[in-house]
């Protein structure tokens, strides 16, 4: 049976297994520091090193002569400004060794690691085979992690367009403005994705010997699936915001024709005050009877007024 070695290094944010001939090295919260290490103990190159330490490299993959340089981004969704944000994970892979370098937000990638250190079958079962079957296990469940954000995202939408219909539709605008928001950012994130599978799915990498092409299709087809699944609901969420525009337009317009038929209704009362208030003389002004005449004037006019308006539809 293959022995397992763990370690950290001192003073270091780098972690490593070792399960047979296979090496993973795991370097969580990366500075500067951690990369020298890298640069001391492995062949890479100064420019790798550095887009592990930027947090808007664009994902990429790099074939070297001794190694293989991935750089892929995974959603974590900030509670606080109700967005999902990017998370960079930069994996270096050769035969006999994985080096994956994040920032310790993805809870799947810091779980299995630590699977892995505490569990003999974990190790067995995710390091056994080859350096090539590992980073499937960790990038499937990197992917697999897409899911339930995606799924929320889609609750948040559903609920929100049974909310555009009901009563308390005036406070449906900010959440279409925030799903907008969330799925636009979302989708920048997993865009660029499904060709870095398509990738390693498709090119003869000689780090990558065993026959994973069945593997990585796999997790291609799920980030096929996340993105035109995200095209959907961004389409799905212009319609609610066309929707929620056109209820609200609709809203207005009938406001402002109450309103106008209000102030058309009460134009006689307004006429005949506006009259009797001038300092001129003019009929019934002294008689006892003058308001409630007035008055009943105006009724009359406004009555006719309605009645006109009822006729032709207007109202």
Same mark, same amino acid.
């Given at each position: 049976?293959?022995?397992?070695? @763990?370690?950290?290094?001192?003073?270091?944010?780098?972690?490593?297994?070792?399960?047979?001939?296979?090496?993973?090295?795991?370097?969580?919260?990366? @500075?500067?520091?951690?990369?020298?290490?890298?640069?001391?103990?492995?062949?890479? +190159?100064?420019?790798?090193?550095?887009?592990?330490?930027?947090?808007?490299?664009?994902?990429?993959?790099?074939?070297?002569?001794?190694?293989?340089?991935?750089?892929?981004?995974? !959603?974590?969704? +900030?509670?606080?400004?109700?967005?999902?944000?990017? =998370?960079?994970?930069?994996?270096?892979?050769?035969?006999?060794?994985?080096?994956?370098?994040?920032?310790?937000?993805?809870?799947?990638?810091?779980?299995?690691?630590k699977d892995c250190?505490?569990?003999?079958?974990?190790?067995?079962?995710?390091m056994g085979r =080859?350096?090539?079957?590992?980073?499937?296990?960790?990038?499937?469940?990197?992917?697999?992690?897409?899911?339930?954000?995606?799924?929320?995202?889609?609750?948040?939408?559903? &609920?929100?367009?049974?909310?555009?219909?009901?009563?308390?539709?005036?406070?449906?605008?900010?959440?279409?403005?925030?799903?907008?928001?969330?799925?636009?950012?979302?989708?920048?994130?997993?865009?660029?994705?499904?060709?870095?599978?398509?990738?390693?799915?498709?090119?003869?990498? !000689?780090?990558?010997?065993?026959?994973?092409?069945?593997?990585?299709?796999?997790?291609?087809?799920?980030?096929?699936?996340?993105?035109? @699944?995200?095209?959907?609901?961004?389409?799905?969420?212009?319609?609610?915001? &066309? =929707?929620?525009?056109?209820?609200?337009?609709?809203?207005? @317009?009938?406001?402002?024709?109450?309103?106008?038929?209000?102030?058309?209704?009460?134009?006689?009362?307004?006429?005949?005050?506006?009259?009797?208030?001038?300092?001129?003389?003019?009929?019934?002004?002294?008689?006892?009877?003058?308001? !409630?005449?007035?008055?009943?004037?105006?009724?009359?006019?406004? &009555?006719?007024?309605?009645?006109?308006?009822?006729?032709?539809?207007?109202?």
């Amino acid at each position: 049976m293959a022995g397992a070695v @763990t370690k950290k290094e001192k003073q270091l944010n780098v972690e490593w297994i070792k399960w047979g001939r296979i090496t993973w090295v795991n370097v969580e919260k990366p @500075t500067a520091q951690e990369m020298d290490y890298l640069a001391k103990n492995y062949p890479f +190159n100064p420019f790798d090193l550095e887009d592990c330490l930027s947090r808007i490299e664009r994902p990429k993959i790099d074939d070297y002569e001794n190694y293989l340089f991935l750089v892929l981004h995974f !959603p974590v969704f +900030n509670k606080q400004a109700r967005v999902t944000t990017p =998370s960079q994970v930069s994996v270096f892979i050769s035969e006999d060794y994985v080096v994956t370098v994040h920032a310790g937000d993805l809870k799947p990638l810091v779980k299995l690691f630590k699977d892995c250190q505490q569990n003999e079958e974990a190790r067995r079962e995710n390091m056994g085979r =080859s350096s090539g079957y590992l980073l499937y296990r960790v990038l499937d469940r990197l992917v697999d992690y897409c899911f339930p954000i995606m799924n929320k995202i889609i609750a948040n939408v559903e &609920a929100t367009e049974d909310r555009l219909f009901s009563d308390h539709a005036r406070d449906v605008v900010r959440e279409i403005s925030l799903l907008r928001r969330d799925i636009m950012a979302y989708r920048r994130i997993i865009r660029p994705q499904p060709s870095i599978f398509k990738s390693l799915e498709e090119e003869d990498y !000689p780090f990558l010997k065993e026959d994973l092409d069945v593997y990585f299709g796999d997790i291609g087809d799920h980030i096929v699936k996340i993105t035109e @699944t995200l095209d959907e609901y961004k389409e799905v969420v212009e319609g609610l915001s &066309a =929707s929620s525009d056109s209820l609200f337009s609709h809203h207005a @317009t009938e406001i402002m024709k109450m309103l106008t038929i209000l102030g058309t209704v009460l134009l006689p009362l307004l006429l005949l005050s506006s009259l009797y208030g001038m300092n001129v003389p003019l009929p019934f002004q002294n008689s006892s009877f003058a308001f !409630p005449l007035i008055i009943l004037i105006t009724l009359c006019v406004s &009555a006719a007024m309605l009645a006109y308006f009822r006729f032709r539809r207007w109202i």
